[in-house]
């Protein structure tokens, strides 16, 4: 049906930059909204940024002014440019996407394999 592939994970010193991308493919009508979450050992899921089709977006308070999200509707992808990366970044990323596949129809949640940034020197 619905596939989120994501790229662009890796090792990245303290103060350096990465930029994760994610693209949406399948039968898809309309998507809603695109968006990153994170998940570091030991801790649950949070939301690190998310971007509506009509360009409203929203970020984690610590990664505000760090993190820039932005989409490509033509391409169904979505990125994510990280700048200034700490240690407390490290994380399993992963690409969520509300997503309808048919008009009239609920959008529903789907989910990238995610992908490893891990910030270390």
């Known amino acids: 049906q619905v596939q989120l592939v994501e790229s662009g994970g890796g090792l990245v010193q303290p103060g350096g930059s990465l930029t994760l991308s994610c693209a949406a493919s399948g039968r898809i009508f309309n998507i809603i909204a695109m968006g990153w979450y994170r998940q570091a050992p030991g801790k649950q899921r949070e939301l690190v940024a998310r971007?509506?089709?009509?360009?409203?977006?929203n970020y984690a308070d610590s990664v505000k002014g760090r993190f820039t999200i932005s989409r490509d509707n033509a391409k169904n992808t979505v990125y994510l440019q990280m700048n200034s990366l700490e240690r407390a970044d490290t994380a399993v990323y992963y690409c969520?996407?509300?997503?309808?596949?048919?008009?009239?129809?609920?959008?529903?949640?789907?989910w990238g394999q995610g992908t490893q940034v891990t910030v270390s020197s």
């Open positions: 971007i509506t089709s009509g360009g409203p977006t």
């Open positions: 969520n996407s509300t997503i309808q596949l048919q008009w009239g129809r609920r959008g529903a949640d789907y």
